[in-house]
């Protein structure tokens, strides 16, 4: 089985910026999409940034476009999530999350997701 877990999450000051990172053991990532999730209190989780198994495409949701910047690290086994222009509503947590070969697209919908991370909190707020 697939084990993800999430580092990096913390409180920030709005229009900064935050990087989270996500270390995968168990399965080589190479056959994984993987990508990173969001969910407020009171919230349905959300897929916020994923990269496709082949690395060779990224899906971003709208409301982090030109702000998000997924990244995956095979040889190392690591996804990383580099935030940028923080809003108050980025409020939530992170969770990494994976499935094996998917499409960037595919893999933001939580029903694609086999494996997630125990997730990390972000907060941003002045």
């Known amino acids: 089985q697939l084990q993800l877990v999430e580092t990096g999450g913390g409180l920030v000051q709005p229009g900064g910026s935050l990087g989270l990172s996500c270390a995968a053991s168990?399965?080589?990532?190479?056959?994984?999409?993987v990508g990173w999730f969001r969910q407020a209190p009171g919230k349905e989780r959300e897929g916020v940034g994923c990269i496709s198994s082949s690395g060779n495409s990224t899906y971003y949701a709208d409301s982090v476009k030109g702000r998000f910047t997924i990244s995956r690290n095979n040889a190392k086994n690591m996804v990383y999530l580099q935030m940028n222009s923080l809003k108050p509503e980025d409020t939530a947590v992170y969770y990494c999350?994976?499935?094996?070969?998917?499409?960037?697209?595919?893999?933001?919908?939580?029903?694609?997701?086999?494996?997630w991370g125990q997730g990390t909190q972000v907060t941003v707020s002045s």
């Open positions: 168990g399965f080589s990532l190479d056959y994984y999409g």
């Open positions: 999350a994976g499935s094996p070969f998917r499409t960037s697209e595919d893999m933001c919908k939580v029903k694609s997701v086999s494996s």
